[in-house]
């Protein structure tokens, strides 16, 4: 079959939507660092719609890690397919956005010169929790990493995206340029700061005045992205040449529900994004919470149980009526009231849908990839919602099963003996701290909880936290997940 390109773009299906711009005019205004699924089906499609008008916002998708984006689109001249569905078929669209692919370590210095083009103004990110470098407890830059102190002394050649956005800065401002816009669009609470505090907190290390120049003139908007885009497998990819008559080595597959929330704080400009239903707002920071504490913490929980009751997909563990229940339970008495800035919003209308999400049959969302990464994830996904329940002397029996299914899961093994595959930047760490606990729930509890870049100082000091962990995570030792849950529903609070 032939493949996806420009040169065979005419030959799509007419039901298929494609690039209604010309391409051949686009110019690259953005420079996206973590082409990953998630990006190439949110900012990119909403960018893709704008091109016509506009065509100074192209992308160049950049891989800070693996060289398998590229491989996969450069062939096509960037060109890919996104596919929405929710089980009644599939609406199918070429999004042609991308004006070029690049892989950061083969070419560390190219980056830096595309980064200190006048013409890019705007550089986003979707690198992942562990692309920030930082403690996930307390958001400090970590000053120790061997890749950010490889970048203190080389940065002309940086590893990292805290490296890449300074070196670029520091080449812009040495120019006597304008600084671009920097939009962090990952899911950690108020992004835009956070990634603000490290750029700066580098830059000081590495020249006061650099630094002081960033935190005066540089922009870093604060985001809320939201759209489900599990990992593509080869039964996706083989749909997708059977419905565009064209191979794509790399098809995305996602839902409809699509949100993206920004604050207005470009220095250069945006793209006309609101018309595609992206919100600008003068404070995200709740909007973020909501998400990262009801969708994110559900999707956390529902992967570590799931995975313990032998549920492949988020769609087969909500099939489980406990845990569907638990999940309900969950949001509803116990992460909701913590959400006291959106209490005028319809958090019920948000919860109801984001149930109806997680049930998408058509998704094939693995719990295993949600699992992973947990170490970083579990701080704004759980533990700050627990942190402000115990202040409020609120019960978390719920959100404590959560927590002890991930120190369950951690362990490496599943509950018929068989090894978990453990995708962590801690994962040997955990694992050895679980190895020499042994299976006592006690004992596997106070090591993990020694471990001060995901609980902090204070969680594992405080019994109110300590003692629901530990008996949840003795529940799941001695009878499985299942009753666990069960035993959760009969006897959590309900206020
Ligand atoms: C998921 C998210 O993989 C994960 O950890 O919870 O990627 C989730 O699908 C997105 O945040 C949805 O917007």
């Not at 569907?324 to 919860?351: H, K, W």
């Amino acid at each position: 079959m032939p493949r996806l390109s420009n040169a065979t773009l005419a030959q799509l299906p007419a039901a298929i939507g494609r690039p209604n711009y010309d391409r051949a005019a686009l110019t690259t205004g953005i420079v996206h660092l973590g082409i990953g699924a998630f990006h190439r089906a949110h900012q990119a499609v909403y960018t893709d719609g704008l091109l016509a008008d506009d065509p100074r916002w192209g992308i160049l998708g950049v891989s800070l890690r693996s060289p398998d984006t590229r491989d996969a689109l450069a062939p096509q001249n960037g060109l890919y397919s996104v596919s929405v569905t929710d089980g009644d078929g599939a609406r199918r669209q070429v999004i042609g956005a991308l004006t070029g692919l690049m892989v950061a370590p083969e070419n560390p210095a190219d980056l830096v010169a595309r980064l200190a083009d006048p013409a890019v103004r705007i550089v986003s990110t979707t690198v992942t929790e562990k692309g920030y470098s930082h403690d996930p407890a307390t958001g400090a830059l970590r000053e120790d990493d061997a890749d950010i102190r490889h970048d203190l002394l080389n940065l002309e050649r940086p590893h990292t995206t805290i490296g890449a956005i300074v070196s670029g800065l520091e080449r812009r401002r040495a120019a006597g340029g304008a600084p671009f816009t920097v939009l962090a669009c990952d899911n950690l609470p108020d992004n835009g700061h956070t990634l603000r505090g490290l750029v700066i907190r580098f830059a000081e290390l590495r020249d006061p005045d650099l630094g002081k120049w960033i935190a005066d003139e540089v922009r870093f908007p604060s985001t809320m992205v939201d759209r489900i885009v599990p990992a593509t497998t080869d039964a996706d990819r083989a749909s997708v040449a059977a419905a565009l008559g064209l191979d794509d080595a790399w098809p995305v597959m996602t839902e409809p529900f699509t949100q993206w929330v920004i604050e207005d704080d470009f220095g250069l400009g945006r793209p006309a994004w609101d018309r595609f239903g992206t919100q600008f707002v003068h404070d995200v920071a709740p909007y973020e919470l909501m998400k990262l504490r009801l969708l994110n913490g559900s999707h956390s929980t529902l992967a570590y149980l799931g995975y313990l009751m032998g549920r492949e997909t988020v769609a087969d563990a909500m099939s489980e009526p406990g845990l569907c229940r638990l999940i309900e339970e969950m949001m509803r008495l116990e992460v909701s009231p913590t959400l006291a800035a959106m209490q005028n919003f319809d958090l019920a209308g948000y919860r109801a849908s984001l149930l109806a999400r997680f049930r998408n049959p058509a998704l094939r969302h693995r719990t295993w990839q949600i699992a992973m990464d947990g170490s970083q994830k579990l701080p704004q996904r759980l533990l700050g919602t627990i942190r402000e329940r115990l202040a409020q002397g609120a019960p978390i029996d719920r959100l404590a099963l959560g927590v002890a299914a991930w120190m369950r899961y951690v362990t490496g093994r599943d509950e018929k003996g068989q090894p978990i595959d453990v995708r962590d930047p801690l994962a040997a760490r955990l694992r050895a701290l679980a190895g020499e606990a042994g299976p006592a729930a006690p004992r596997l509890a106070r090591a993990l909880l020694s471990v001060s870049e995901i609980f902090g100082a204070d969680l594992p000091n405080d019994p109110r936290f300590v003692t629901p962990v530990e008996v949840a995570l003795d529940r799941l030792f001695a009878h499985g997940a299942r009753a666990a849950i069960d035993h959760a529903l009969a006897t959590a609070a309900t206020r």
